[in-house]
């Protein structure tokens, strides 16, 4: 957990109109929640906070904390003081914990705060807010909970850091050890991506990447994988997603962050997990500007599908399991396309045109791709979601107890192509029956439809008729 703690005379943080702070002593902390914090980083981050003594004496020194001189306290979730700038010209946001985890943590951290009896001002988990402040000295220090006295940890990466020298494979197996890339100095650092550009063992990195994907700390695993090389150099298509955003850099915008937030909100299946890995790695390859500005990945979803093909040859997946998660990557968008206005007939359809056996996974991955930190805007979308499975169930039960041809239809036919009752009536129902079980025309239409139908399916009748 890291925070900006600065020393205020004025502290205010403005959120859809409404603000909140003080006019008086007081400290603005802007925190950040990191992938790997814990409930113990809340408990000492809390205590930092309201104890750093930043606040002068008579003398001038710095002997007094914020408890001490009764002050304020303006706390503000801000993700962004977890950037990693070390590469590149755009920040990534890989480090910061995403979502309702963030959140939570964030949640408790304000409740530790206040256990202390001072006034607490807050801004809104996840909001656009307008923060106003007076910086009274300046003085500003950063508090960062897993370098706090934690020499072990340090210690324990620099024995990592000799492993990895003489078993450079180990580098891919770090993934599955509690170790945070920001501990290691830039030495050590620059020492791993040296080292990680030579890696060639797939097999390794397929199996230690199967258990990435299904650990509670996925996010934090598949990070190390990403930070120490082993994308670069095993599977670059990874690596391009990793400063890819759109025009107006908002963080659930930023596609490998979006996709780390999206392999957590999986449920733990592997397939559905690759997946959620690999579902917008498309976009790399397909961005476009247009003349307004406006970021486009049209037909990201073929093209990734067809570039996690090539990839699991590479990974040795096996040709069943690569067909089943590349048919999710394609077809990831689909769910989100639904709205409340689709006909059951369009409800229909898309149950048909769904892969037997799969659209739970499907619509799983759906869910799991909403991440929007718009107050409401993933509730909303997830519900729509879930009305549509709903109506999808609500369908399948109804169109098992209902033929799907209309009554009198036999009837109808025969006047219509003058026919009489026999093998032709029989072999004509018949074939409309099967046309709706293959998707080719609708069930539950009245006899006009199917009258029509059957001019196109069988043209020798309408033609004797039309004589």
């Known amino acids: 957990m890291i925070t900006v703690l600065q020393r205020v005379s004025k502290g205010e943080v403005t959120v859809d109109g409404e603000t909140r702070g003080f006019d008086g002593p007081g400290v603005c902390a802007l925190i950040a929640i990191t992938v790997n914090d814990t409930e113990k980083d809340v408990t000492l981050m809390a205590s930092k906070i309201v104890s750093q003594r930043i606040f002068s004496d008579q003398d001038g020194r710095f002997n007094f904390s914020v408890k001490d001189v009764k002050g304020s306290i303006l706390a503000v979730s801000n993700f962004t003081v977890a950037a990693d700038t070390s590469r590149g010209n755009r920040p990534s946001f890989s480090n910061a914990m995403p979502g309702e985890n963030a959140q939570s943590l964030f949640s408790k951290l304000l409740q530790e705060i206040e256990k202390h009896r001072l006034p607490v001002f807050r801004g809104v988990f996840g909001a656009h807010m307008d923060i106003h402040l007076v910086n009274?000295?300046?003085?500003?220090?950063?508090?960062?909970?897993?370098?706090?006295?934690?020499?072990?940890?340090?210690?324990?990466?620099?024995?990592?850091?000799?492993?990895?020298?003489?078993?450079?494979?180990?580098?891919?197996?770090?993934?599955?050890?509690?170790?945070?890339?920001?501990?290691?100095?830039?030495?050590?650092?620059?020492?791993?991506?040296?080292?990680?550009?030579?890696?060639?063992?797939?097999?390794?990195?397929?199996?230690?990447?199967?258990?990435?994907?299904?650990?509670e700390s996925s996010s934090s695993a598949l990070s190390w994988l990403q930070k120490s090389g082993v994308f670069k150099a095993l599977v670059p298509e990874i690596e391009e997603m990793v400063f890819l955003s759109s025009e107006d850099d908002r963080r659930h915008k930023h596609v490998w962050d979006h996709t780390l937030q999206v392999v957590k909100q999986t449920p733990p299946q592997l397939e559905i997990r690759y997946a959620a890995l690999f579902h917008d790695i498309g976009k790399a390859r397909t961005r476009k500007f247009e003349p307004d500005g406006k970021v486009t990945f049209y037909g990201h979803d073929s093209v990734g599908a067809r570039m996690f093909w090539k990839i699991s040859k590479k990974l040795g997946l096996s040709k069943e399991f690569t067909e089943y998660v590349a048919y999710l990557i394609?077809?990831?968008?689909?769910?989100?396309?639904?709205?409340?206005?689709?006909?059951?007939?369009?409800?229909?359809?898309?149950?048909?045109?769904?892969?037997?056996?799969?659209?739970?996974?499907?619509?799983?991955?759906?869910?799991?791709?909403?991440?929007?930190?718009?107050?409401?805007?993933?509730?909303?979308?997830?519900?729509?979601?879930?009305?549509?499975?709903?109506?999808?169930?609500?369908?399948?039960?109804t169109d098992n107890k209902l033929p799907p041809l209309p009554k009198g239809l036999g009837n109808e036919i025969m006047n219509e192509f003058k026919l009489r009752p026999g093998p032709v009536l029989g072999i004509i129902k018949n074939t409309l029956e099967q046309q709706i079980i293959e998707g080719n025309i609708e069930p539950f239409m009245d006899s006009s439809y199917y009258i029509s139908r059957i001019k196109n399916l069988f043209p020798e009748i309408g033609d004797k008729n039309d004589s």
């Open 136 to 215: 009274d000295g300046p003085v500003t220090v950063i508090i960062d909970t897993s370098s706090s006295g934690d020499m072990k940890k340090s210690d324990s990466n620099s024995k990592h850091t000799e492993k990895f020298r003489n078993d450079p494979d180990s580098i891919i197996e770090g993934a599955l050890l509690p170790l945070s890339w920001n501990n290691f100095s830039a030495d050590e650092k620059s020492r791993i991506n040296s080292l990680a550009s030579g890696l060639v063992n797939y097999e390794l990195l397929r199996k230690t990447l199967d258990m990435c994907l299904l650990s």
């Open 330 to 397: 394609r077809n990831h968008l689909r769910p989100g396309q639904y709205s409340s206005d689709w006909t059951s007939s369009a409800v229909r359809r898309f149950d048909r045109e769904t892969r037997e056996n799969m659209l739970e996974d499907l619509l799983e991955l759906g869910r799991a791709d909403i991440t929007s930190k718009r107050p409401g805007r993933r509730e909303d979308a997830v519900r729509l979601i879930d009305e549509l499975y709903s109506r999808i169930l609500e369908i399948r039960e």
